[in-house]
């Protein structure tokens, strides 16, 4: 028996209100804003400033906020002690999961919710996961340090982090897209998990620490990197379709296809495909590429199902050498501004979670004395 109105994993229920992001079969609006326009048009700092401030910054108020993020860019010494102590062969997402419980004890507005005040634990949050995915990228690669680049755009001084040397400039300007297009999803798991966490008035680093945790899965943000895993294990286009054949019949998930939400595809994706097939005229390597477009087609014919972003963003971070523990990383530094923005709104209009479940257990019993078990 099954209760009325209960949805298995909360599919098509309202479960909150949010004036930062509208998710429709039809596309994708930050505040209103549609994603290929900012993507084409905005960088990630301007996308950040959106979501957290409210309004895409003018040339003022966007120079103020990229110097209070880049001034987030150098880790506390404590942190990048422990950083620098962790066993190197870490899950990155656990690193960040890590750093972040740390920062908090670091940040001296840890313990007030105020708007103002998370909005400074925000921008210092933005900064400061660049530096960790460019940090734990310099500790497993074993290159030197990169100065952060003023000039240079959030994505950019992300990339140069991760490589240890200054990106070409149309890797920059693709990692810097791929971070609009991460930066926010309405309520996807991560994001209902640090809503959830804000809505009991804990910190933002809690609700944040929480959201790493809930976006290293598989199934939400791992996604990218295991769709990379795929394509290096198909290996070649000519054997796209046994692979396929072989994993339909072991029942397998294809990684980096399916949404909740975009039964119709995922606009994201379209973007991320074309910017990556521009990469090709750089890296010449179209072979991902046309292995992902292969496996595409047959996904379609055979299951209906579109790609989402993390399909494209494989072949496009693998393109630009990030090693590929890093993509579900990028994926944080990213989707920390939204992040952010849902913990400031759940906070400035707060209500406590707490929905019911439906009992499956058995019925009313008594506790018989410990011997007679
Ligand atoms: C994203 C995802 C979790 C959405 O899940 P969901 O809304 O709960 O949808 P379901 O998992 O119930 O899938 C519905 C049907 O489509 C199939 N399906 C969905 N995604 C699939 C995929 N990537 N590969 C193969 N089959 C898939 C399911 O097997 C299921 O088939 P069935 O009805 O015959 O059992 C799911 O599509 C998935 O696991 N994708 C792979 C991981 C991924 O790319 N995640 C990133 C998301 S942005």
């Known amino acids: 028996m099954t209760t009325p109105g209960y949805k298995p994993g909360l599919e098509d229920v309202i479960a909150g209100q949010t004036a930062l992001c509208?998710?429709?079969q039809t596309g994708l609006r930050y505040r209103g804003y549609d994603i290929a326009d900012l993507a084409e048009h905005a960088t990630f700092d301007e996308v950040a400033h959106l979501l957290l401030h409210g309004a895409l910054p003018n040339r003022g108020q966007l120079a103020e906020f990229r110097t209070r993020v880049q001034a987030a860019m150098t880790l506390p010494e404590p942190v990048r002690r422990v950083m620098a102590e962790l066993p190197v062969e870490t899950n990155p997402m656990d690193v960040l999961r890590t750093v972040v419980s740390m920062l908090g004890h670091h940040d001296p507005d840890v313990n007030d919710n105020s708007h103002?005040?998370?909005l400074r634990k925000a921008e210092r949050l933005l900064g400061q996961m660049a530096a960790a995915v460019g940090g734990?990228?310099?500790?497993i690669s074993g290159h030197g340090s990169v100065r952060i680049d003023p000039q240079a755009s959030h994505g950019g001084n992300l990339l140069a982090l991760i490589l240890g040397k200054s990106p070409d400039p149309l890797f920059?300007?693709?990692?810097d897209g791929t971070l609009i297009l991460y930066a926010e999803h309405e309520f996807n798991a991560s994001t209902f998990t640090?809503?959830?966490?804000?809505s009991t008035l804990a910190d933002m680093h809690g609700a944040i620490a929480g959201a790493i945790a809930a976006l290293k899965g598989p199934l939400h943000g791992g996604a990218n990197e295991a769709a990379m895993r795929m394509f290096q294990e198909i290996g070649s286009v000519e054997n796209v379709e046994p692979w396929f054949r072989r994993a339909l019949g072991e029942k397998r998930k294809i990684m980096g296809f399916g949404?909740?939400?975009y039964k119709h595809g995922d606009h994201r994706a379209s973007i991320l495909r074309e910017w990556s097939i521009q990469l090709t005229a750089k890296t010449g390597q179209k072979k991902w590429i046309d292995i992902a477009d292969k496996l595409q087609a047959l996904m379609l014919k055979e299951k209906n199902i579109h790609p989402?972003?993390?399909y494209p963003a494989a072949h496009a971070y693998f393109q630009m050498g990030i090693p590929v523990?890093?993509?579900?990383p990028i994926f944080v530094a990213s989707r920390v501004s939204g992040w952010c923005a849902h913990v400031i709104e759940q906070h400035d209009d707060n209500r406590l979670f707490r929905p019911r479940s439906e009992y499956t257990g058995p019925g009313l019993r008594k506790v018989s004395p410990i011997d007679q078990r």
């Open 22 to 24: 509208e998710v429709e």
């Open 116 to 118: 103002a005040a998370n």
């Open 136 to 139: 734990w990228g310099q500790r």
């Open 172 to 175: 920059s300007r693709v990692l």
């Open 194 to 198: 640090a809503r959830v966490i804000a």
């Open 259 to 261: 949404h909740r939400v």
């Open 308 to 310: 989402n972003t993390d």
């Open 325 to 328: 523990p890093l993509y579900t």
